[in-house]
């Protein structure tokens, strides 16, 4: 009653902004009356007056967005004027929220108003798209109007160097794929000088088809890793014995006394996989261990349940392909190929294993980030996509985006019928087939949805049977989907495509499609997210168009089968179904729409502990990170690794320094300690000197300093900069594994009645303590005991080569490099009493 009185939250907002299409469009004359030449004048000006603070980006909004409504009239052919639907997107986007707009409705146009406003800045501006293709084309295309005002534009694509990435991201307006740009990110802090990094500071961004990236792909964090050590035999030799294993029939869960009639019970809604005692004996047996549970065979054990998944979770053809000899994982979501994607944890390994390919070495992480947090670390974020608003909770809570549904600039004539549901696959698939060859008798074209390239590849199998030419596009036909999904609106045509695939290419109708009633859109079942069945429905029905769509299910459909209840059975066996006969019942329509909502929210959990979890991390990365940039862009280096230097020596001291009484035995250990470190030997008037006090001890690192800076002369800082940087990205690759580890086994802190999530973060932190520690440590010991062997020459210096700088410590260069540095002293428990003495907590007193 009150949404019909006042309005929708989305109403009132809308009319808050029609003053500001008013204010534009009072502009409209002006910009009329201008020059070719004046519109890059005029962006010049504006942009002046924006870096000078004489003007607002909001100040110069009306204005701008005129300019460039009336530039898009000029720049294209034919003339492409914003209408003023696309004026609201634009204001919303600029605002930095998601604009959600039907298909057909100019997205790409619309992300030109903010994109220009904002590049007025010179900070740069980022539109981020799903593909290559895509990319490409859209700053190909919208470069017309970006050139007229005088505005540079650049393009990040797989396969560039670091030269063009960096004249790329140096243009006023960058676009990219989501991938490019995070990889870039990751690069950029192993870069080890400032000249290297490709990437501005993040100012703004536009994400295109933003559900598909801030949801749908923000369960696989970006990793960028090095090989690992582990051997490739392992995998063989456990897939071996994964084809005498038997899977258990399905156990009643409220039955607490139910046993495994297999020898492993598969959960195929969280794709998880358990032993029972039987499965357990026989592995045993096979792999010839006595118990598998025993710790050196822990690593066996995690073998044999990744080999299970990668047998009963992972199918090819609809998970992953094999394309020239490699496993190449499909996007769930799109039917996209994803190359260089891998599974973790050593489960691409074991599909490897089991498809018989090449199983490469396992990696090891070198750097991380998902893309929530990345995104987030823009100043400002916005989005724009055809289906947002059912994720309209994830996007406030976790990107404090808020979503604004834009009306169409014409009305929505499609007409959606009720799904057709039937018993079995074979029923379903036969009356699809029927649908499309019926349509293509009349000659309206049809573009048909699959989950999977398996799926899709079933139906094409039966219109060859009915003699229907069609067009499959699944992830096999990458590099055609945009020319074959454009072509989609034409007579006769039949387009069969793996969920979104094409995403971002219109479909315009051919002629004499609107009198045959348009496109007609098949779903081949429902998908877990209603967005994504919305998103297929989309396609259809562009600006005002004619068009249809029907889903058909199947009690045998995935979705159906494991999140569906049973009474849809039932239903069916009351309507007394016949084979063959298809029911459209709003009972059975419901209680398919809650199944999506439970499968909507089970995986948005799931992205949100991940986030729980990286987030733990990312507080680490920002913290390495930022230290990584000082150290890079830093003039001077020498007073940051001088603090190092003291805040080691203060935290070696304080057993001694601290206590009343200091027994020799203390003494001695410290001093030992200060040895290993300082390598005050070198120094013969610090001989005499059994335990300095602080200020000795400055004066000990003032003299390290002063004898480097003696030695190297003119390299000095570079050479400190080396060290400083070395140390901090070994000790943070080893860091990065320990927490991995950890993340691994942090899950069995359930069973102690413990809060896993609040134990990573408690041990996470620790971990993090050691690793400060240990930095400082390595690049001390580096300082101290480096010895400059050879003059070198300024023009011989070069930033990749370390040849002239070596270690001469009492063990081998190569050992000291590898082997990470540790504590000599034993690991304090937090709450133990302090070895200092004091009689306090450890954490109360030196742990504080």
Same mark, same amino acid.
């Given at each position: 009653?009150?949404?019909?009185?006042?309005?929708?939250?989305?109403?009132?907002?809308?009319?808050?902004?029609?003053?500001?299409?008013?204010?534009?469009?009072?502009?409209?004359?002006?910009?009329?009356?201008?020059?070719?030449?004046?519109?890059?004048?005029?962006?010049?000006?504006?942009?002046?007056?924006?870096?000078?603070?004489?003007?607002?980006?909001?100040?110069?909004?009306?204005?701008?967005?005129?300019?460039?409504?009336?530039?898009?009239?000029?720049?294209?052919?034919?003339?492409?004027?914003?209408?003023?639907?696309?004026?609201?997107?634009?204001?919303?986007?600029?605002?930095?929220?998601?604009?959600?707009?039907?298909?057909?409705?100019?997205?790409?146009?619309?992300?030109?108003?903010?994109?220009?406003?904002?590049?007025?800045?010179?900070?740069?501006?980022?539109?981020?798209?799903?593909?290559?293709?895509?990319?490409?084309?859209?700053?190909?295309?919208?470069?017309?109007?970006?050139?007229?005002?005088?505005?540079?534009?650049?393009?990040?694509?797989?396969?560039?160097?670091?030269?063009?990435?960096?004249?790329?991201?140096?243009?006023?307006?960058?676009?990219?794929?989501?991938?490019?740009?995070?990889?870039?990110?990751?690069?950029?802090?192993?870069?080890?000088?400032?000249?290297?990094?490709?990437?501005?500071?993040?100012?703004?961004?536009?994400?295109?088809?933003?559900?598909?990236?801030?949801?749908?792909?923000?369960?696989?964090?970006?990793?960028?890793?090095?090989?690992?050590?582990?051997?490739?035999?392992?995998?063989?030799?456990?897939?071996?014995?994964?084809?005498?294993?038997?899977?258990?029939?399905?156990?009643?869960?409220?039955?607490?006394?139910?046993?495994?009639?297999?020898?492993?019970?598969?959960?195929?809604?969280?794709?998880?996989?358990?032993?029972?005692?039987?499965?357990?004996?026989?592995?045993?047996?096979?792999?010839?261990?006595?118990?598998?549970?025993?710790?050196?065979?822990?690593?066996?054990?995690?073998?044999?349940?990744?080999?299970?998944?990668?047998?009963?979770?992972?199918?090819?053809?609809?998970?992953?392909?094999?394309?020239?000899?490699?496993?190449?994982?499909?996007?769930?979501?799109?039917?996209?190929?994803?190359?260089?994607?891998?599974?973790?944890?050593?489960?691409?390994?074991?599909?490897?294993?089991?498809?018989?390919?090449?199983?490469?070495?396992?990696?090891?992480?070198?750097?991380?980030?998902?893309?929530?947090?990345?995104?987030?670390?823009?100043?400002?974020?916005?989005?724009?996509?055809?289906?947002?608003?059912?994720?309209?909770?994830?996007?406030?809570?976790?990107?404090?985006?808020?979503?604004?549904?834009?009306?169409?600039?014409?009305?929505?004539?499609?007409?959606?019928?009720?799904?057709?549901?039937?018993?079995?696959?074979?029923?379903?698939?036969?009356?699809?087939?029927?649908?499309?060859?019926?349509?293509?008798?009349?000659?309206?074209?049809? =573009?048909?949805?699959?989950?999977? &390239? *398996?799926?899709?590849? #079933?139906? +094409? !199998?039966?219109? @060859?049977?009915?003699?229907?030419?069609?067009?499959?596009?699944?992830?096999?036909?990458?590099?055609?989907?945009?020319?074959?999904?454009?072509?989609?609106?034409?007579?006769?045509?039949?387009?069969?495509?793996?969920?979104?695939?094409?995403?971002?290419?219109?479909?315009?109708?051919?002629?004499?499609?609107?009198?045959?009633?348009?496109?007609?859109?098949?779903?081949?079942?429902?998908?877990?997210?209603?967005?994504?069945?919305?998103?297929?429905?989309?396609?259809?029905?562009?600006?005002?168009?004619?068009?249809?769509?029907?889903?058909?299910?199947?009690?045998?459909?995935?979705?159906?089968?494991?999140?569906?209840?049973?009474?849809?059975?039932?239903?069916?066996?009351?309507?007394? =179904?016949?084979?063959?006969?298809? &029911? *459209?019942?709003?009972? #059975?329509? +419901? !209680?398919?729409? @809650?199944?999506?909502?439970?499968?909507?929210?089970?995986?948005?959990?799931?992205?949100?502990?991940?986030?729980?979890?990286?987030?733990?991390?990312?507080?680490?990365?920002?913290?390495?990170?930022?230290?990584?940039?000082?150290?890079?862009?830093?003039?001077?280096?020498?007073?940051?690794?001088?603090e190092y230097a003291i805040d080691l020596l203060e935290e070696i001291l304080e057993p001694a320094l601290d206590m009343k009484d200091v027994d020799q035995e203390t003494v001695d250990s410290v001093r030992v300690r200060l040895e290993e470190v300082f390598n005050f030997e070198r120094f013969e008037t610090w001989q005499?000197?059994?335990?300095?006090?602080?200020?000795?001890?400055?004066?000990?690192?003032?003299?390290?300093?002063?004898?480097?800076?003696?030695?190297?002369?003119?390299?000095?800082?570079?050479?400190?900069?080396?060290?400083?940087?070395?140390?901090?990205?070994?000790?943070?690759?080893?860091?990065?594994?320990?927490?991995?580890?950890l993340r691994d086994g942090i899950g069995l802190r359930g069973y102690g009645q413990k809060d896993p999530k609040q134990e990573y973060k408690r041990e996470g932190f620790e971990l993090f303590s050691e690793l400060v520690y240990t930095i400082k440590e390595s690049v001390m010991r580096a300082f101290s005991h480096l010895?400059?062997?050879?003059?070198?020459?300024?023009?011989?210096?070069?930033?990749?080569?370390?040849?002239?700088?070596?270690?001469?410590?009492?063990?081998?260069?190569?050992?000291?490099?590898?082997?990470?540095?540790?504590?000599?002293?034993?690991?304090?428990?937090?709450?133990?009493?302090?070895?200092?003495?004091?009689?306090?907590?450890?954490?109360?007193?030196?742990?504080?």
């Open positions: 009653m009150l949404k019909f009185l006042f309005g929708s939250k989305n109403d009132r907002y809308l009319k808050k902004l029609q003053p500001v299409v008013d204010a534009i469009n009072s502009f409209e004359s002006k910009m009329e009356a201008l020059s070719d030449e004046d519109f890059p004048a005029t962006i010049a000006m504006w942009r002046g007056q924006v870096e000078s603070g004489v003007k607002t980006l909001d100040d110069l909004l009306p204005e701008c967005f005129a300019l460039v409504r009336e530039a898009g009239r000029r720049a294209f052919d034919p003339p492409m004027r914003h209408f003023d639907a696309q004026l609201i997107g634009g204001y919303v986007l600029h605002q930095g929220k998601i604009a959600e707009m039907k298909t057909g409705e100019g997205k790409t146009l619309v992300a030109t108003l903010p994109v220009v406003l904002n590049a007025l800045s010179g900070k740069g501006v980022h539109v981020i798209t799903v593909n290559d293709y895509l990319a490409s084309r859209d700053a190909e295309w919208m470069n017309q109007l970006y050139s007229f005002l005088g505005l540079s534009v650049g393009v990040i694509v797989h396969g560039l160097s670091d030269q063009e990435r960096q004249q790329a991201y140096g243009a006023d307006i960058t676009y990219g794929t989501n991938n490019e740009f995070g990889f870039d990110y990751l690069r950029d802090n192993m870069k080890f000088y400032k000249e290297q990094l490709v990437q501005r500071p993040l100012n703004f961004a536009i994400v295109d088809e933003v559900d598909s990236i801030l949801i749908d792909e923000a369960r696989t964090p970006l990793i960028i890793s090095g090989p690992g050590e582990k051997s490739s035999g392992l995998y063989r030799r456990v897939d071996a014995i994964i084809p005498s294993l038997t899977k258990s029939s399905p156990m009643d869960p409220e039955d607490k006394d139910a046993v495994p009639d297999g020898d492993f019970v598969l959960d195929e809604k969280t794709k998880s996989v358990t032993l029972s005692d039987e499965g357990v004996e026989k592995v045993e047996a096979m792999l010839g261990v006595d118990n598998l549970f025993d710790p050196q065979h822990i690593s066996l054990q995690h073998h044999v349940l990744q080999a299970l998944k990668a047998h009963h979770c992972f199918q090819n053809d609809v998970e992953y392909i094999i394309k020239d000899d490699q496993v190449v994982l499909v996007d769930e979501f799109t039917g996209r190929l994803m190359p260089g994607r891998r599974l973790s944890d050593g489960l691409h390994q074991a599909i490897e294993a089991k498809e018989n390919v090449k199983v490469e070495a396992e990696n090891q992480t070198l750097a991380s980030i998902t893309f929530q947090n990345y995104f987030r670390m823009y100043d400002k974020l916005a989005g724009m996509t055809g289906t947002a608003d059912t994720e309209a909770v994830e996007f406030s809570q976790i990107y404090n985006l808020e979503v604004v549904v834009i009306p169409t600039n014409r009305p929505m004539v499609r007409k959606d019928n009720p799904d057709s549901i039937y018993k079995t696959q074979e029923q379903k698939y036969e009356a699809i087939a029927e649908d499309i060859a019926d349509c293509y008798r009349r000659g309206q074209p049809t =573009l048909v949805g699959t989950v999977s &390239i *398996e799926k899709s590849e #079933v139906l +094409s !199998a039966l219109l @060859k049977k009915k003699k229907v030419p069609h067009n499959v596009l699944n992830a096999k036909q990458h590099e055609k989907e945009a020319e074959i999904v454009a072509e989609a609106g034409h007579q006769k045509r039949v387009t069969i495509a793996t969920n979104m695939a094409g995403r971002g290419t219109d479909i315009k109708l051919g002629e004499g499609v609107r009198e045959l009633g348009g496109l007609h859109i098949i779903g081949t079942e429902r998908h877990e997210s209603r967005r994504i069945d919305n998103q297929l429905r989309g396609r259809s029905g562009r600006q005002g168009d004619p068009g249809s769509s029907r889903f058909y299910l199947a009690l045998d459909d995935d979705l159906m089968r494991l999140f569906g209840s049973d009474r849809l059975q039932g239903i069916m066996d009351k309507l007394g =179904l016949e084979d063959g006969m298809a &029911i *459209e019942n709003k009972m #059975v329509s +419901s !209680a398919i729409e @809650k199944s999506q909502t439970r499968v909507e929210a089970h995986h948005f959990e799931i992205r949100k502990q991940l986030l729980e979890y990286d987030d733990v991390m990312n507080q680490q990365r920002e913290v390495i990170y930022t230290l990584r940039r000082d150290l890079m862009q830093a003039e001077t280096v020498e007073d940051i690794a001088r005499d000197v059994t335990l300095p006090d602080r200020e000795q001890a400055e004066a000990w690192v003032d003299e390290i300093f002063a004898y480097l800076r003696t030695a190297t002369t003119t390299h000095f800082q570079e050479i400190l900069r080396y060290f400083l940087l070395d140390s901090l990205d070994r000790n943070w690759k080893e860091h990065l594994l320990n927490m991995d580890h010895r400059i062997e050879a003059e070198v020459k300024d023009e011989e210096f070069q930033h990749e080569q370390s040849e002239e700088l070596e270690y001469t410590d009492h063990e081998s260069s190569q050992e000291k490099k590898k082997e990470p540095v540790k504590r000599s002293a034993p690991k304090v428990s937090r709450n133990a009493p302090c070895p200092c003495g004091s009689g306090k907590k450890y954490k109360k007193c030196c742990g504080s």
